[in-house]
């Protein structure tokens, strides 16, 4: 089964950029992938998804600023976020949709004020 494995992630200041990976231990060729996140005393919302296809889709609350991508060949995952605020503040969880359900272990992003 694959296994996923994200990093990035860490502390940043309101304004500024980080950009996520997602590393699958597997090929992600046939695979939906979609980046989630959970804020602290939230429940886990979704964030973006790129599909075997390439076509990209946001949740609408992003206005624009996320960016996700896929390199099939590097079987990775990315999200590109810009102009971070506050309120992105949670734990960022990478999930493969294929031939079975995986999820990662996620990684903390912090957005100071």
């Known amino acids: 089964q694959v296994q996923l494995v994200e990093s990035g992630g860490g502390l940043v200041q309101a304004g500024g950029s980080l950009r996520l990976s997602c590393a699958a231990s597997?090929?992600?060729?046939?695979?939906?992938m979609g980046w989630y996140r959970q804020a602290p005393g939230k429940g886990r919302e979704w964030v973006a998804k790129?599909?075997?296809?390439?076509?990209?889709m946001y949740a609408a609350s992003l206005k624009g600023r996320f960016t996700i991508s896929r390199d099939n060949a590097k079987n990775t995952v990315y999200l590109q976020m810009n102009s971070l605020e506050p309120e992105d503040t949670a734990v960022y969880y990478c999930r493969y949709s294929g031939y079975a359900d995986v999820w990662g272990q996620g990684t903390q992003v912090t957005v100071s004020s």
């Open positions: 790129i599909t075997r296809g390439g076509s990209t």
């Open positions: 597997g090929s992600i060729l046939a695979a939906t």
